[in-house]
């Protein structure tokens, strides 16, 4: 069935680094897809609407030039987190829809030091 | 706007009580209702939803009816086991082709004991 891979899992940067995170749909093409952030004990905020072939949308307090988001491709979508805090630590997970359903990433878990 | 609202956790059970974990909406027109959960250490998982009012979503002992009266989408379970130690999310989203953007609850931490 469809699945939406992200990777890595699990990645520590140094402070003043910037990391990518990438999102990709294994089966089925995706115009849109979603970042979403997840602070500790607090639930999942939509960070971002990522389409392809255009700019991403953000959602109000989100700094877009800090969280480059990039679609360059039907099936893969990009975040790049610039010169990295260790505020920006948390988890991030992508989703993308097709048919009725949404499909999750397995989230990236980022810490930086 | 939309918004869901859950029930603040945590939940803590003995293995084999009876879970409720309410959620309520609010949003305009006829949203889509899910339940997620969340394993730890792991990402969301889907464990159930209902796509217009009255319809009951099912799995793994888990119920959700969407009640549009009450703008409500409770998670029951009859039987808790240690297993289902997990974050539990409620979420919505519109209905409609392309529409794929979810807005989630605060989330729920149950912790079932032996």
């Known amino acids: 069935g469809a699945v939406v891979s992200q990777h890595p899992s699990r990645v520590i940067c140094k402070s003043g680094t910037s990391v990518k995170i990438e999102c990709r749909s294994l089966?089925?093409?995706?115009?849109?897809m979603f970042w979403y952030r997840q602070f500790p004990k607090q639930s999942l905020m939509l960070m971002a609407t990522s389409n392809e072939g255009s700019k991403a949308t953000y959602e109000q307090g989100v700094e877009k030039d800090k969280f480059l988001i990039n679609h360059a491709s039907l099936t893969l979508s990009t975040l790049t987190v610039t010169s990295a805090h260790p505020e920006d630590s948390s988890f991030y997970i992508c989703s993308a829809g097709t048919g009725n359903t949404i499909y999750f990433g397995e989230g990236s878990w980022l810490t930086v030091v | 706007g939309n918004s869901v609202t859950q029930m603040e956790g945590p939940v803590t059970l003995s293995e084999e009580a009876f879970l409720t974990i309410n959620c309520t909406y609010t949003?305009?027109?006829?949203?889509?209702l899910f339940w997620y959960v969340q394993y730890p250490g792991e990402g969301l998982q889907l464990l159930l939803k209902?796509?217009?009012?009255?319809d009951k979503g099912s799995n793994k002992g888990f119920e959700a009816t969407y009640r549009k009266e009450t703008t409500s989408f409770h998670l029951e379970k009859g039987s808790v086991q240690v297993s289902d130690s997990a974050v539990y999310f409620c979420a919505l989203k519109y209905s409609g082709a392309g529409s794929y953007q979810l807005t989630f609850g605060k989330g729920t931490k149950l912790s079932v004991i032996p």
């Open positions: 209902a796509t217009k009012a009255d």
């Open positions: 949003a305009t027109g006829y949203p889509s």
């Open positions: 089966d089925f093409q995706a115009t849109t």
